[in-house]
């Protein structure tokens, strides 16, 4: 078993160097475990009917429960549009906020506030700040919601500010696997109020397996555009490890 484990952590860290910019789609719970390592990669593949354009982001991030409420977070984000040769876009400096203790009120909340750094000086550099929230039903699995805001600040920045929201619901068919449906609306800059057909909402099924003797979980799932704006297809992956 720990051959295994030390196997695991090795796989974990090389796929850190897999070809994302904050847009691969996922969405995060505001639990914090003191002491738990994470190492997280998670991605999309988006593509259009009839057209050969396509877009592939990723993102790695290492985590660790500094305190029962807090999470220091690092990670870096790569892309490939079409044929392109794969590109590192931003380093990420950040965290996780859990409010409040598991089950103490109606909600569960939490906070994620990231920094981010491109690598191309021409780029504004960025904050993030979502609003985690979860809500588990006894029988029926948990919902969760997130509340997202980004800003541009520093050289290069505009006041623009952009908002998103995305949920999910998972309800587990058997210890180890869990199926659900995830939800993604992105309503860009709220300057320009841009209406339904201008902003990106996708919707689709979500499939999990955790392999509980290693600590890992793995998803895969498919997102339908819904609006113009959006891709019209979107594969979309998580790899996570635990130790």
Known sequence: MTHNKYFLLTLAFLSLALPAHA?????RSPYVSMGEIEI??????????????????HEAELEY????????????EFKRENDESTRLEEIELGGKFQFTP????WVDSGAYVRYFI??????????????????PFVEYGTTLVNIAFDQEVGKNSNNDLEAAISGSHYKHINTNTEFGVEYYADFGKLNDHNG??????????????????YHAEFKLGYLQGISKAAPDSTIKY??????
């Open 118 to 135: 491109p690598t191309d000086s021409d780029e504004a550099d960025k904050v993030s700040v979502d609003f985690l929230l979860a809500k």
């Open 23 to 27: 847009g691969p789609n996922k969405v």
């Open 196 to 213: 339904y057909s201008e902003q990106k909402h996708q919707i689709g099924p979500v499939v999990g397996y955790k392999l509980g003797d």
């Open 102 to 105: 598991q089950g103490q009120y």
């Open 65 to 76: 429960g500094l305190t029962d409420y807090f999470q220091p977070v690092l990670g870096v």
């Open 238 to 243: 998580e790899i996570e490890f635990e130790f």
């Open 40 to 57: 997280e990669n998670f991605g999309i593949y988006e593509f259009n009917q009839g057209s050969s354009k396509h877009e592939w982001e």
